[in-house]
């Protein structure tokens, strides 16, 4: 029977909303979820997995040109950027087929279209109105568009991309001009860099990679120079035209030429235009506000993921689904953000959890800072001819007890959830020592690093 009534209905089927469809059906919850433009949301359509298929392609691009200095001769290499991008095309649509049949295993309604909150237990789609006994909007984030002179119409005649249209793009552009040395920015900036095109990042602070460890941005910073990215930090960007950016730099403006430039200054959760208004939902600087079960200030009415703006990461917004539908089904849960792992998936890799040195002695916690290279890991030293990479360690002198964990190296992408799992449990450092970790592995930097 077809029925416009269910337990819950989602608005948003990216991370968040699906992951929160997933469980909420398997506790035999009847679920509707509502999307207006592809199952998968930004992260596997736009965001994070296409973006990592075109790292991987730029990464064995990277090692076969250096693969003479690991022992091998290969003749002369070329990328395909076609290719790489039919390859990521192919990805998605496994992604995203993958989330449309786990859909439909749990019975879940799939409805196309914008949702609009109507009621504090109804949404509609176009003419159809649907009810729910709660609410749950996981309505996601979009890239910020600033007001600079020439931005909007560069959107409009394509030289002005976001992190959606760059990763489609089917010529690799000679010049490539990247506004934010954030995550995005990075990202992009190491595959542009790696398949050829001149790469220039204009960053308005004295650092890249935002929050990151001061240290690290600086080693990160370091390694991309080397590889011929050119930064111009402290540098504000005034004019976008089809063929160059203006920035001023120390009080004078300067020309980047440009072919395309990619626009990567943050994201802003979409709140926007599905009726929060309506019944009061409660928002602070354009993020719905939350407590930590994920509700709003209105009953039944909750929200997870980059819409409310807490901590814009996928894996954050699963956990958050979760919690929000535990809550939903009576079970006590509650969100903790201290133990959130994050990853920049440059060449070297960039992990992080916790505290940094300067988060920790800003909230005037007692601590010691641990820092010793990525090389006294073996099998770091056997993979890596660079070499500069660090592990820094953050301990809480009082509980001897972790607070956070820093890594610049490979494979720091697959270390870092080890460390999050310390701090979350809050294993003490004599603990932590006590556990046999595999060797060679370049995980081991945490119990060495421990050691002093
Ligand atoms: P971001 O917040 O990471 O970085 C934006 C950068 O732009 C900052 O360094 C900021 O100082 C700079 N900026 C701001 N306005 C500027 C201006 N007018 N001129 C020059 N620089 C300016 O934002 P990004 O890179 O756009 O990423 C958006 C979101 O997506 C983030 O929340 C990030 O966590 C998430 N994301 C996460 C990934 C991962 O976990 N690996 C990958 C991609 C995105």
Same mark, same amino acid.
């Not at 469980?23 to 035999?28: H, T």
């Not at 290969?74 to 859909?103: C, F, Q, W, Y």
């Not at 916690?365 to 006294?376: A, G, N, S």
């Not at 953050?394 to 270390?415: P, R």
């Given at each position: 029977?077809?029925?416009?009534?269910?337990?819950?209905?989602?608005?948003?089927?990216?991370?968040?909303?699906?992951?929160?469809?997933?469980?909420?059906?398997?506790?035999?919850?009847?679920?509707?979820?509502?999307? *207006?433009?592809?199952?998968?949301?930004?992260?596997?359509?736009?965001?994070?997995?296409?973006?990592?298929?075109?790292?991987?392609?730029?990464?064995?691009?990277?090692?076969?040109?250096?693969?003479? *200095?690991?022992?091998?001769?290969?003749?002369?290499?070329?990328?395909?950027?076609?290719?790489?991008?039919?390859?990521?095309?192919?990805?998605?649509?496994?992604?995203?087929?993958?989330?449309?049949?786990?859909?439909?295993?749990?019975?879940?309604?799939?409805?196309?279209?914008?949702?609009?909150?109507?009621?504090?237990?109804?949404?509609?789609?176009?003419?159809?109105?649907?009810?729910?006994?709660?609410?749950?909007?996981?309505?996601?984030?979009?890239?910020?568009?600033?007001?600079?002179?020439?931005?909007?119409?560069?959107?409009?005649?394509?030289?002005?991309?976001?992190?959606?249209?760059?990763?489609?793009?089917?010529?690799?552009?000679?010049?490539?001009?990247?506004?934010?040395?954030?995550?995005?920015?990075?990202?992009?900036?190491?595959?542009?860099?790696?398949?050829?095109?001149?790469?220039?990042?204009?960053?308005?602070?004295?650092?890249?990679?935002? *929050?990151?460890?001061?240290?690290?941005?600086?080693?990160?910073?370091?390694?991309?120079?080397?590889?011929?990215?050119?930064?111009?930090?402290?540098?504000?960007?005034?004019?976008?035209?089809?063929?160059?950016?203006?920035?001023?730099?120390?009080?004078?403006?300067?020309?980047?030429?440009?072919?395309?430039?990619?626009?990567?200054?943050?994201?802003?959760?979409?709140?926007?235009?599905?009726?929060?208004?309506?019944?009061?939902?409660?928002?602070?600087?354009?993020?719905?506000?939350?407590?930590?079960?994920?509700?709003?200030?209105?009953?039944?009415?909750?929200?997870?993921?980059?819409?409310?703006?807490?901590?814009?990461?996928?894996?954050?917004?699963?956990?958050?689904?979760?919690?929000?539908?535990?809550?939903?089904?009576?079970?006590?849960?509650?969100?903790?953000?201290?133990?959130?792992?994050?990853?920049?998936?440059?060449?070297?890799?960039?992990?992080?959890?916790?505290?940094?040195?300067?988060?920790?002695?800003?909230?005037?916690?007692?601590?010691?800072?641990?820092?010793?290279?990525?090389?006294?890991?073996?099998?770091?030293?056997?993979?890596?001819?660079?070499?500069?990479?660090?592990?820094?360690?953050?301990?809480?002198?009082?509980?001897?007890?972790?607070?956070?964990?820093?890594?610049?190296?490979?494979?720091?992408?697959?270390?870092?959830?080890?460390?999050?799992?310390?701090?979350?449990? *809050?294993?003490?450092?004599?603990?932590?020592?006590?556990?046999?970790?595999?060797?060679?592995?370049?995980?081991?930097?945490?119990?060495?690093?421990?050691?002093?």
């Amino acid at each position: 029977m077809i029925t416009n009534t269910f337990d819950l209905i989602i608005l948003g089927g990216g991370p968040a909303g699906y992951l929160a469809a997933e469980r909420a059906s398997g506790a035999g919850l009847n679920v509707l979820i509502v999307e *207006q433009r592809f199952l998968g949301g930004v992260c596997l359509n736009e965001g994070c997995l296409p973006s990592k298929a075109l790292l991987h392609s730029a990464k064995v691009f990277d090692y076969a040109n250096h693969s003479e *200095q690991y022992g091998v001769k290969v003749g002369s290499v070329t990328i395909d950027h076609n290719a790489v991008v039919e390859r990521k095309n192919k990805i998605v649509k496994t992604l995203v087929a993958g989330i449309k049949s786990k859909m439909r295993q749990n019975k879940v309604t799939v409805v196309e279209g914008t949702g609009i909150i109507t009621g504090n237990n109804s949404v509609k789609v176009g003419d159809i109105e649907y009810t729910g006994k709660r609410l749950l909007i996981c309505t996601g984030s979009h890239p910020v568009v600033p007001p600079i002179k020439g931005v909007a119409e560069c959107i409009t005649n394509g030289t002005v991309l976001t992190n959606r249209e760059i990763l489609d793009i089917r010529e690799i552009p000679k010049k490539l001009v990247v506004i934010g040395g954030g995550v995005i920015g990075l990202e992009m900036a190491s595959y542009f860099n790696s398949v050829g095109s001149s790469v220039t990042v204009i960053e308005m602070l004295p650092h890249i990679a935002g *929050q990151t460890d001061k240290e690290i941005s600086t080693i990160l910073l370091k390694n991309y120079t080397d590889k011929g990215v050119t930064f111009k930090m402290n540098c504000k960007v005034t004019e976008v035209t089809e063929n160059s950016v203006a920035y001023e730099s120390e009080g004078k403006t300067e020309i980047q030429p440009a072919d395309k430039v990619l626009l990567s200054i943050g994201r802003r959760p979409s709140t926007e235009g599905i009726g929060l208004e309506t019944i009061g939902v409660y928002c602070e600087k354009g993020a719905i506000i939350t407590d930590d079960t994920m509700l709003t200030n209105i009953p039944n009415v909750y929200a997870a993921g980059d819409v409310n703006g807490k901590s814009m990461l996928a894996h954050t917004a699963y956990r958050e689904a979760e919690v929000a539908v535990n809550n939903m089904l009576g079970k006590k849960d509650f969100m903790r953000y201290n133990a959130v792992p994050s990853v920049i998936y440059t060449t070297p890799e960039v992990g992080a959890v916790g505290e940094t040195e300067e988060s920790a002695k800003q909230k005037g916690l007692d601590v010691e800072v641990i820092t010793k290279p990525m090389m006294y890991s073996g099998r770091y030293v056997a993979e890596n001819t660079r070499g500069d990479g660090i592990c820094k360690i953050v301990v809480d002198k009082k509980q001897n007890s972790i607070l956070g964990v820093h890594l610049i190296g490979n494979y720091a992408s697959e270390i870092i959830y080890g460390a999050a799992l310390m701090i979350e449990t *809050q294993m003490t450092v004599d603990y932590i020592k006590e556990l046999v970790f595999p060797h060679p592995t370049v995980c081991e930097i945490i119990r060495e690093t421990l050691f002093k």
